[in-house]
């Protein structure tokens, strides 16, 4: 159940094909994967940067938990969680999860509930540099 | 004066995160677990500010509700709505 929190840029092909190539070959028919990316508005408003905190032990502790619940509601085989923190520029990817599962189902249903959960659970927080260096916390998630 | 218990009590260790952080003077602090029995009491001897609406709260790195219990050597924070993915 391997998760990860990056401090830098990561390439999201990179983590999911190391992920892929440490589960036994032939065991899964369906990989689903969600990645999410930084936008450069937000409200209205052009956004330039973002810093992500996290709070450190109960972030890591809240993903695998998420993946947890995946697997207890789900046929997979396993699933991963990479998350952006620090500093991040406009286009660069800030959340990857992937599922792989026997079937397409399975994988597609338990990548869109780590998002959900993941957003809802795990401790995140975004604050966003404006175009006219002002800065603001963003106060709530936009809806799917 | 007699100790009210053998071992040694461990202060509650507090944290807070994000807006709530830059908010307080003293973002990371500890309470007298004698003083206290909730996650809300917690935030009472904290800070003097009130609690602000939709603060979430977690236990020992498990999301709590203000009214859950606290014990010796816990640790409690408090943080804004989640806002990560």
């Given at each position: 159940?391997?998760?990860?929190?990056?401090?830098?840029?990561?390439?999201?092909?990179?983590?999911?094909?190391?992920?892929?190539?440490?589960?036994?070959?032939?065991?899964?028919?369906?990989?689903?994967?969600?990645?999410?990316?930084?936008?450069?508005?937000?409200?209205?408003?052009?956004?330039?940067?973002?810093?992500?905190?996290?709070?450190?032990?109960?972030?890591?502790?809240?993903?695998?938990?998420?993946?947890?619940?995946?697997?207890?509601?789900w046929?997979?085989?396993?699933?991963?969680?990479?998350?952006?923190?620090?500093?991040?520029?406009?286009?660069?990817?800030?959340?990857?999860?992937?599922?792989?599962?026997?079937?397409?189902?399975?994988?597609?249903?338990?990548?869109?509930?780590?998002?959900?959960?993941?957003?809802?659970?795990?401790?995140?927080?975004?604050?966003?540099?404006?175009?006219?260096?002002?800065?603001?916390?963003?106060?709530?998630?936009?809806?799917? | 004066?007699?100790?009210?218990?053998?071992?040694t009590?461990?202060?509650?260790?507090?944290?807070?995160?994000?807006?709530?952080?830059?908010?307080?003077?003293?973002?990371?602090?500890?309470?007298?677990?004698?003083?206290?029995?909730?996650?809300?009491?917690?935030?009472?001897?904290?800070?003097?500010?009130p609690?602000?609406?939709?603060?979430?709260?977690?236990?020992?790195?498990?999301?709590?509700?203000?009214?859950?219990?606290?014990?010796?050597?816990?640790e409690?924070?408090?943080?804004?709505?989640?806002?990560?993915?």
């Amino acid at each position: 159940m391997p998760i990860a929190i990056e401090p830098q840029s990561f390439n999201p092909s990179e983590a999911q094909a190391q992920f892929e190539a440490s589960l036994v070959k032939g065991s899964y028919g369906a990989s689903a994967n969600f990645i999410g990316t930084m936008r450069d508005f937000n409200e209205g408003d052009d956004v330039v940067a973002m810093e992500l905190e996290h709070y450190p032990g109960m972030t890591e502790k809240e993903l695998h938990a998420i993946i947890n619940d995946a697997k207890s509601r789900w046929d997979i085989i396993d699933a991963l969680i990479v998350h952006r923190v620090g500093k991040i520029d406009t286009g660069e990817p800030i959340v990857l999860t992937v599922v792989c599962s026997a079937h397409r189902a399975a994988a597609f249903d338990a990548c869109r509930f780590l998002m959900e959960a993941l957003k809802s659970r795990a401790p995140f927080w975004k604050k966003e540099t404006l175009s006219d260096g002002s800065q603001r916390w963003v106060e709530k998630n936009t809806p799917g | 004066m007699v100790s009210r218990t053998l071992g040694t009590r461990m202060p509650i260790k507090v944290k807070f995160f994000a807006s709530l952080r830059e908010q307080m003077s003293n973002p990371a602090t500890e309470v007298d677990s004698n003083a206290v029995k909730t996650v809300a009491d917690v935030w009472e001897k904290a800070t003097p500010k009130p609690m602000p609406p939709h603060v979430l709260c977690s236990v020992n790195l498990e999301h709590a509700e203000p009214s859950q219990a606290v014990n010796d050597g816990d640790e409690v924070a408090f943080f804004p709505p989640i806002t990560g993915g």
